[in-house]
C-alpha cells in the first residue's frame, strides 16, 4: 500500500512539474539608451510592451503603448533580445515588460554619461538622463 502511495504521489508531483509554465531566461541584450529625440523634445513616460518569447529564443511585439518617441524605439531594441530556455521547449510565452524613461533636473555636464540604466530582471528597465547641454543653454 506503501509503494502505491509513493508511485502516485511521484506520478502527480511530474505531472504538475510538467504542466508549470516554461520560463524563458535573458541570453543577451543590448544595453538600453534614450531616444536621442525624446531626449532632445524632453518627452517622458513609460512604455509598456507585452513581448512573445518564441521556442527559438527570438522576440516579436504582441502590444506597445507609451509615448511614439519613446515606444517604437523601445519596440525595435527588444525584438534584438535573445532568451533561452532551462530545457528544450517548443512552445510560445507572453511577458510584459515595462521602460521607465526620466529626464532628470541636473545639468549635463561633459564627462557625463548619457544615459543611467537600471535592470530589474527581464520585466523592468530604468532609462534616466539629464537634459541635453543645448536645452540648459536655452534656459
Not at 512539474?17 to 513616460?45: C, H, I, N, T
Not at 512604455?47 to 511585439?61: E, M, P, Y
Not at 504582441?62 to 528544450?88: C, I, M, N
Not at 541636473?106 to 532609462?127: L, M, Y
Request: aromatic residues 10%.
Amino acid at each position: 500500500m506503501k509503494s502505491i502511495w509513493t508511485t502516485l504521489s511521484l506520478f502527480v508531483l511530474c505531472t504538475f512539474l510538467a504542466s508549470a509554465d516554461p520560463e524563458p531566461f535573458l541570453k543577451s541584450a543590448a544595453m538600453p539608451f534614450y531616444p536621442p529625440l525624446a531626449r532632445q523634445a524632453r518627452v517622458q513616460g513609460v512604455v509598456n510592451l507585452r513581448i512573445v518569447v518564441a521556442q527559438d529564443g527570438t522576440v516579436t511585439i504582441d502590444s506597445a503603448s507609451g509615448h511614439p518617441l519613446l515606444r517604437d524605439t523601445t519596440a525595435e531594441y527588444v525584438k534584438t533580445w535573445k532568451f533561452g530556455w532551462q530545457q528544450p521547449c517548443a512552445c510560445t510565452v507572453k511577458r510584459d515588460v515595462s521602460f521607465v524613461y526620466k529626464i532628470s533636473d541636473s545639468k549635463a555636464e561633459s564627462d557625463s554619461p548619457i544615459a543611467i540604466v537600471k535592470w530589474f530582471g527581464s520585466s523592468k528597465v530604468e532609462v534616466e538622463t539629464n537634459l541635453p547641454v543645448e536645452a540648459i543653454l536655452t534656459n
